[in-house]
């Protein structure tokens, strides 16, 4: 199923970060988030050089999910390094003011 384009819009203009937490929290079950949560940790862990195992032992999951993780900084056009790689060079705290 493809990403619906208004919805991507939507996410796009909400700048305020506690706007856009309280519209994830409408969108999305609590399970849903932290599974998205999950994958965005794993995916800055695998860029900082984490060890695969090393990852699945932190937070308890299999291999499996973080070689999907490794295979999506692996290709060639994915988005994904470029924005963990935006965060280093800006040197944006790990976690933003979590709640």
Same mark, same amino acid.
């Given at each position: 199923?493809?990403?619906?384009?208004?919805?991507?819009?939507?996410?796009?203009?909400?700048?305020? *970060?506690?706007?856009?937490? =309280?519209?994830? %929290?409408? +969108?999305?079950?609590?399970?849903? @988030?932290?599974?998205?949560? $999950?994958?965005?940790?794993?995916?800055?862990?695998?860029?900082?050089?984490?060890?695969?195992?090393?990852?699945?032992?932190?937070?308890?999951?299999? *291999?499996?999910?973080?070689? =999907?993780?490794? %295979?999506? +900084?692996?290709?060639?056009?994915? @988005?994904?390094?470029?924005? $963990?790689?935006?965060?280093?060079?800006?040197?944006?705290?790990?976690?933003?003011?979590?709640?």
């Amino acid at each position: 199923m493809a990403v619906d384009r208004q919805l991507l819009h939507i996410i796009s203009t909400i700048t305020d *970060l506690d706007d856009l937490e =309280r519209f994830f %929290r409408d +969108l999305f079950t609590p399970a849903e @988030l932290d599974d998205i949560t $999950l994958r965005w940790k794993l995916l800055k862990d695998l860029h900082n050089g984490m060890p695969q195992r090393k990852i699945a032992q932190k937070y308890g999951i299999s *291999l499996c999910k973080i070689t =999907r993780g490794s %295979r999506v +900084l692996k290709k060639k056009n994915a @988005l994904v390094p470029h924005l $963990l790689q935006q965060i280093e060079e800006e040197n944006l705290p790990d976690a933003m003011d979590e709640k």
